[in-house]
Each structure stands twice: as structure tokens, then as C-alpha cells.
């Protein structure tokens, strides 16, 4: 994950300039002072002792920036990125950061880093993001070792090196870095650049999932589940997964799903079981939608409907789901949910048994003419190769 842009408000001088009025700060802006430019466009940036005027704070950031005040040229970069107080520029925010990036603010550093990387305002380049990110990083700022390790990790812009990529993590980790500190307990669960420790995996993905990691509380949800790191703990392993789930984290969402609807951790509870794995269901996941399917077709957790059972189940079938395929076959041959259509249940039925389900198709074929059968098995084909190209 890349993070980028966050507003740097310098602690060096403001609280002195901070103290004088707006009027003092106008008068001396006026005068060409940038210090007083900068600091007066950070009052009107926040609303401080005025009411909060964008365009006033961009017209102040912009003297101080022409004068070479760093800071002003980070904010100012900022403003064109955001598009506040001007219309969005990206080319201009890239070249207001170089030029404080230049001066060797950290953060300005850090966000050329990402604009190289994503090619935002100038033609992508990995091996300048990667040279940016490291600039940042050894002046300690966090959010560049976070991203400077994912290159060494993935092999961007210099040689893969997971060495390298678990040490970075570390130090942003250590700095308290939520993202990085729940990689980091991934890169000691997988032993990748460090020996494998699901103690020290359980304890940093613990550290980001209690500043609100959704996918730490994913982690450690399971991690408690399995007893991974630390005892078994269901009742733990629930609480976790459930402030996960109401992050919107899919996977969360299905496993809180599954916990009711097994009664792990919780009561068992149909109708809770059913809620959950429709929110991950309706985030795409194939299995929940699956599920969801045969909640529907059952009438478990909540009222039998064949229709939104057909459609749950053509859903899950879409992303490949092979049991999918195999019940939406038997659907409209029987027309449970749809019309009946033999072509359709062979076709579903042929797909089905290409991705590895036990199917006897002669069940099939006995309604269908020579002519429907091959038709269905053009319709398999056009589905498998539009399948094979996602």
C-alpha cells in the first residue's frame, strides 16, 4: 500500500510566529517576509484566528514557495495535488515537491517517491522512486521505509532483497506504522527475510490491529482461531474478526459469517450468518456468494427464494466457482429460479466439469437434440475462453 500526502505543518519556528496576530502576520507577509507568508497561510489553511480560506492559504504558500522556502513549496505541491485553493495540477504538485525534495524535507521526498512510482504528473519511473524513497527514508520517515521495503520486497526499481524489505518494515514498524507493523508479523509468519516467529508475528500484527488495522484484525482474528502465537482463544479470535468485518474487510466478514453460523466464539446465529456473508458476498467474494446461494435455495437465516438462489449462485459461477456451475446446471434443467433451459444446464454442466467437478452429463444430454448440444458446447467454450483472459 502506498501512502502519500499528508498536509506537514514544521514545528521550527511556527509557535513564536504563531503567537502574533493575523494582522501582525499580514503586515509582515506584506512586506516580503517569507517566513510570515508561510505561517500566515498556514492560519488560513486551518481557519486559525480567521475563517479558513483556501485560495488565501494557496496565495501565501506560493510567495513563500517563490522565495525558496521549502515548506511553503511542500504545502504548495500539496494544494496542486489535492486540487485546493486551485484547480488540480499534478504536473505542477511534482515540481513544487522536487524542489523541497531538493532542499531535503523528508516528506516532499517521500511523495516524489510516489508520484515517480504511480507516474502521477511525470512518466513512471521506478528507479527514481526507488532513489527518492531511500532519501526519505534514511531521514526516518515512515510512510518511505513502508514503501521503499515494498520495493526491495517486490523487486522495484532495484534487485528483490527480502532481507532489505524486512529491515525497512522494521524500522517504520518500530515508528509505529500500522501497515507496517501488520507486515511485518506476515514476514515473521512467513519467515521471509527473517526467521519464521509466530510470537513476534502475533505480537506486531497485534500492535497494528489496536490501532485499527482492518486486515491486522483479519490476521488476528485468525491467528487466535488457530492458536498461532498465542493460545486458542474463540471468543478473542470472534471479537477481532468482528471489528474487521465492520471495517468492510470481505474475508473478515465471511469468517464472522462462518463463526455464527457454526456457533464459534458466539451463539450460533442463522440470520447474523446470513447478514455477514451477504456484505462479503456483495464485495465479490465467490464463496460467500456461493453460500448465500444455498442460504437462499434452503431458506436458512432467511426465507427460501429460488430467484435470489439462482442469482446468488450465477454470481459465484461467473468468478469460477465450479459447485456453482454444477447447481446452476441442475437449476435450469429442473427450472428452479429460471425458466427451464436444457441448453443452459448442459452448457453449465460441461463448464462445471471442466474445472474438476464429478458430473455425469448423459443427465443432460437425454433432453437435448445434436444440434442443442452443440450449441451448449459453443456457449462452454465462449464462457471458458472469456474465463481464461481475466
Avoid: C
Amino acid at each position: 500500500m502506498l501512502r502519500l500526502f499528508r498536509f506537514f505543518f514544521p514545528r521550527t519556528s511556527g509557535n513564536r510566529v504563531f503567537a502574533q496576530t493575523l494582522e501582525e502576520l499580514t503586515m509582515s507577509a506584506e512586506k516580503g517576509g517569507a517566513e510570515s507568508q508561510y505561517n500566515l497561510a498556514l492560519k488560513y489553511y486551518n481557519g486559525e484566528g480567521t475563517p479558513q480560506n483556501l485560495k488565501k492559504a494557496f496565495a501565501w504558500f506560493q510567495k513563500s514557495a517563490d522565495q525558496g522556502d521549502a515548506n511553503a513549496q511542500y504545502n504548495l505541491a500539496v494544494m496542486y495535488h489535492r486540487g485546493e485553493g486551485t484547480p488540480q495540477n499534478l504536473k505542477k504538485a511534482f515540481a513544487w515537491f522536487q524542489k523541497s525534495a531538493e532542499q531535503g524535507v523528508a516528506q516532499a521526498q517521500s511523495n516524489l517517491a510516489v508520484m515517480y512510482e504511480r507516474g502521477e504528473g511525470t512518466p513512471k519511473n521506478l528507479n527514481q522512486a526507488f532513489a527518492w524513497y531511500q532519501k526519505s527514508a534514511e531521514q526516518g520517515d515512515a510512510a518511505a521505509q513502508y514503501n521503499l521495503a515494498g520495493m526491495y520486497y517486490r523487486g522495484e526499481g532495484t534487485p528483490k532483497n527480502l532481507n532489505q524489505a524486512f529491515a525497512w518494515t522494521q524500522k517504520s514498524a518500530e515508528q509505529g506504522d500500522a501497515d507496517a507493523q501488520n507486515i511485518l508479523g506476515e514476514m515473521y509468519y512467513k519467515g521471509e527475510g527473517t526467521p519464521k516467529n509466530l510470537k513476534k508475528s502475533f505480537s506486531w500484527v497485534q500492535k497494528s490491529a489496536e490501532q485499527g488495522n482492518a486486515e491486522a484484525q483479519n490476521i488476528l482474528g485468525g491467528m487466535y482461531y488457530k492458536g498461532e502465537g498465542t493460545s486458542q482463544n474463540l471468543n478473542k479470535s470472534f471479537s477481532w474478526l468482528q471489528k474487521s468485518a465492520e471495517q468492510g474487510n470481505a474475508e473478515a466478514q465471511f469468517k464472522l459469517a462462518g463463526r455464527y453460523h457454526r456457533g464459534e466464539g458466539t451463539p450460533k446465529n442463522l440470520n447474523e450468518a446470513f447478514a455477514w456473508f451477504q456484505k462479503s458476498a456483495e464485495q465479490g467474494d465467490a464463496t460467500a456468494q456461493f453460500i448465500l446461494g444455498a442460504m437462499y435455495y434452503d431458506g436458512e437465516g432467511t426465507p427460501k427464494n429460488l430467484n435470489e438462489s439462482f442469482a446468488w449462485f450465477q454470481k459465484s459461477a461467473e468468478q469460477g466457482n465450479a459447485e456453482a456451475q454444477n447447481i446452476l446446471g441442475a437449476m435450469y434443467d429442473n427450472g428452479e429460479g429460471t425458466p427451464k433451459n436444457y441448453i443452459l444446464a448442459y452448457k453449465h454442466g460441461v463448464i462445471a466439469k471442466a474445472l474438476g467437478e464429478e458430473i455425469d452429463l448423459q443427465i443432460y444430454e437425454k433432453n437435448l437434440s445434436p444440434s442443442g448440444m452443440m450449441e451448449a458446447q459453443q456457449l462452454a467454450q465462449d464462457w471458458w475462453e472469456s474465463y481464461q483472459k481475466r
